[in-house]
């Protein structure tokens, strides 16, 4: 068993730093063999090829991530007053964080350009469907504000949390999971206006 773990977190190495230099597209089986220094059954043992490996690891990563959204969101939903200069990190944002963080390179390197752009739609589609489950949890109906049209909203709540954790994912040096938890909540209590750095009333005026 110790040598099945050690194989795959080897694969698992190779295929990280193949998809950052060559891109998953052109990478092959004989390249994460060569780069894992193991042997060609060892791969077959465990994946029947490249592709499959790639599902396994976002299925995993989804289902993950999935489990922590479902039981974790509907907390996220109750209110907290713009007063409070620092708002209280729902649990799902701490786990999540916490979660990509170890995971942080291979997250990377699926979302980054060399990796599989079918990824990143199928996180944001998973996290639109969770926000609408849980909706309907608080509320009685899956339905967001009437200011918008629904699916700009939506739009808007999504990418507010998914653009973040993808700047943070191409930083050399990233914040601390408690730090980018702590960003994260304070960006959803920012209006545009005070993330510009602007007040009701300028000098100029």
């Known amino acids: 068993m110790p040598t099945s773990i050690n194989a795959e977190t080897k694969i698992q190495a190779a295929v990280i730093q193949l998809i950052q230099t060559k891109g998953f597209g052109r990478l092959t089986v004989t390249d994460i063999i060569k780069l894992a220094h193991i042997n060609r059954s060892t791969f077959y043992l465990h994946y029947q090829d490249k592709f499959d490996l790639l599902a396994r ?3 995993r990563l989804l289902t993950d991530i999935d489990r ?8 996220t939903m109750q209110f907290q007053p713009q007063g409070k200069t620092t708002p209280q990190i729902y649990p799902v944002v701490t786990k999540i964080v916490a979660y990509i963080w170890d995971n942080f390179a291979l997250i990377q390197a699926l979302l980054s350009p060399n990796g599989d752009p079918h990824f990143e739609p199928q996180l944001r589609a998973l996290l639109a469907q969770t926000i609408d489950t849980d909706l309907y949890l608080v509320k009685g ?3 967001l504000t009437n200011a918008i049209p629904e699916k700009y909203a939506r739009e808007l709540v999504v990418a507010g949390i998914f653009d973040i954790i993808k700047v943070w994912l191409q930083q050399l040096e990233p914040e601390t999971p408690p730090e980018i938890a ?7 209590y920012l209006n545009p206006y005070s993330l510009l750095g602007l007040t009701q009333k300028q000098p100029h005026d």
């Open 57 to 59: 690891y976002e299925d």
């Open 68 to 75: 922590s959204l479902i039981n974790n969101l509907t907390q």
């Open 141 to 143: 109906v899956p339905q």
């Open 182 to 188: 702590a960003i994260i909540m304070k960006t959803r």
